[in-house]
């Protein structure tokens, strides 16, 4: 009788948190769809909307988005969402980090290639973390890294355009999920497929709809 109640407490607390409005705060069209994804497979429903915030001055994603969605709350007042990304290769200090815009513009990927000539360790990861603040404007906060290795050459795009990121997709080769070992790029059919189980399982936004999913 008592897990029933229990049980009985926890979903009807799970269906509020489905019914009230959660916002994602981004002018990003394809961060909004990637989130609303992950998200609907615990039945949870977000909306879109642009806050103008002060940018950060951190290079950690984590701290980025923490601080975002803080500053979104005391705006808004309602459930949200804020998400950001970095791209870290490890021998170059971790750069771009934050910075993949301004790396693209100033640098592009032929340049980073040449500065990894000779480089024995070719490490590097996405880091990907969301905050969601709830109707209290308590933050918590989920991360996802992607391991991988920056390959020799950028690789073409097989990918159509409004499913690509980021031009360090062409030099990108992720660990998991790859066993033909292609970079982000090339990733098509099959391949995407199985790469995109593995991200939509795992991913920042995954893990907090299983977290709302348990509250």
Not at 4 to 27: D, E, H, P, R
Not at 199 to 206: D, G, I, P, S, V
Request: aromatic residues 12%; hydrophobic residues 40%; without cysteine.
């Amino acid at each position: 009788a008592v897990w029933s109640v229990f049980s009985f407490g926890a979903k009807l607390k799970f269906n509020q948190i489905k019914m009230q409005n959660i916002y994602f705060v981004t002018t990003n069209k394809n961060k909004f769809e990637r989130a609303q994804k992950s998200l609907s497979e615990f039945g949870i429903k977000i909306e879109q909307i642009d806050i103008e915030l002060a940018e950060s001055r951190s290079e950690n994603p984590r701290d980025i988005v923490k601080e975002k969605a803080e500053q979104a709350f005391q705006k808004l007042q309602k459930p949200l969402i804020v998400e950001d990304s970095g791209f870290f290769i490890d021998a170059l200090g971790g750069f771009p980090m934050t910075h993949i815009k301004f790396s693209l513009t100033t640098l592009g990927i032929g340049k980073i290639l040449k500065a990894m000539a000779g480089e024995k360790n070719r490490h590097a990861e996405w880091r990907m973390a969301a905050a969601y603040v709830d109707e209290n404007g308590k933050t918590e906060i989920f991360e996802f890294i992607e391991g991988g290795d920056i390959s020799k050459e950028a690789k073409e795009n097989l990918r159509s355009s409004d499913t690509t990121m980021s031009e360090y997709w062409k030099i990108f080769v992720p660990t998991e999920a790859n066993p033909r070992n292609l970079a982000l790029s090339e990733m098509v059919d099959n391949d995407l497929e199985l790469q995109m189980k593995f991200f939509n399982k795992n991913n920042q936004f995954a893990q907090l709809g299983q977290w709302l999913s348990k509250k």
